[in-house]
T-cell receptor, first 113, second 114 residues
Framework: KAGVTQTPRYLIKTRGQQVTLSCSPI?????VSWYQQTPGQGLQFLFE???????NKGNFPGRFSGRQFSNSRSEMNVSTLELGDSALYLC????????????FGPGTRLLVL | AQSVSQHNHHVILSEAASLELGCNYS??????LFWYVQYPGQHLQLLLK??????LVKGIKGFEAEFIKSKFSFNLRKPSVQWSDTAEYFC????????????FGTGTRLTVIP
C-alpha cells in the first residue's frame, strides 16, 4: 500500500507571497493532519480534516488554512508568507478519528526569503 | 496546556551500549503514547505505540517502551544500539478526550559511534 505523499517536496517563496501544499493520504484513510516542524519549535499541530471538515485546529494564525476534498486529499495554504514560516510541513493520515495511528509523509520543505 | 518533555536533547553512544530516552507528558486524562523516529533524510516513522493493556510495549528494530502511569512517563529503551540507530527520536501523546491530535516532544538526537 502506498504511503502518504506530499507535493511539492521543496519550495522557495518570498515574503508576502502565498503557497499551497498538497497531501494525498494512504488509501482508505479519511483523516489528514498537518504539522509544522522547525528547529526552534519542534513539531506543532496545525489542523486536522476528516470527511472534508476541519475537526481540530492548533494555535496558528489565520494565514494558515486548509481544506480536504471528497477523495480525502488535502491542501494547506499559507498566505502572506513571513520569514518565520520557513519550515518542514508534514502531513499525516489515519483511518478515522479514534485511537488510530497517524502515518506521516516525507514533508514539504518551505524556504521563505 | 498539554505538553511533552524529552529530557535529553542529544545522546551519544558507542555501538552495543544500552539506550534509554526519557519522555514525560502532562496530565490530561487517558492517553495514547507513541515513539516516532526520523532517520537522516527520511520521514517520520512509527517505532511503537501504546493504547491500553500491557504497559511494556515492544516495537520495531528491538525497541521497547514502558508506560508508567504514576510517573506520566513513557521511556524508550534498547539493550544494544547499532550505528544504524542514529536518528532523531520523538515522543508523542494524544489524549483520548478531546480532539485526539498528537502533541510532540522536542526530540532527542541519537548519535551512535561505530
Amino acid at each position: 500500500k502506498a504511503g502518504v505523499t506530499q507535493t511539492p517536496r521543496y519550495l522557495i517563496k518570498t515574503r508576502g507571497q502565498q503557497v499551497t501544499l498538497s497531501c494525498s493520504p494512504i488509501s482508505g484513510h479519511r483523516s489528514v493532519s498537518w504539522y509544522q516542524q522547525t528547529p526552534g519549535q519542534g513539531l506543532q499541530f496545525l489542523f486536522e480534516y476528516f470527511s472534508e471538515t476541519q475537526r481540530n485546529k492548533g494555535n496558528f494564525p489565520g494565514r494558515f488554512s486548509g481544506r480536504q476534498f471528497s477523495n480525502s486529499r488535502s491542501e494547506m495554504n499559507v498566505s502572506t508568507l513571513e520569514l518565520g514560516d520557513s519550515a518542514l510541513y508534514l502531513c499525516a493520515s489515519r483511518r478515522g478519528l479514534g485511537q488510530e495511528t497517524q502515518y506521516f509523509g516525507p514533508g514539504t520543505r518551505l524556504l521563505v526569503l | 496546556a498539554q505538553s511533552v518533555s524529552q529530557h535529553n536533547h542529544h545522546v551519544i553512544l558507542s555501538e552495543a551500549a544500552s539506550l534509554e530516552l526519557g519522555c514525560n507528558y502532562s496530565y490530561g486524562g487517558t492517553v495514547n503514547l507513541f515513539w516516532y523516529v526520523q532517520y537522516p533524510g527520511q520521514h517520520l516513522q512509527l517505532l511503537l505505540k501504546y493504547f491500553s493493556g500491557d504497559p511494556l510495549v515492544k516495537g520495531i528494530k528491538g525497541f521497547e517502551a514502558e508506560f508508567i502511569k504514576s510517573k506520566f512517563s513513557f521511556n524508550l529503551r534498547k539493550p544494544s544500539v547499532q550505528w544504524s540507530d542514529t536518528a532523531e527520536y520523538f515522543c508523542a501523546v494524544s489524549y483520548q478526550t478531546g480532539a485526539n491530535n498528537l502533541f510532540f516532544g522536542t526530540g532527542t538526537r541519537l548519535t551512535v559511534i561505530p
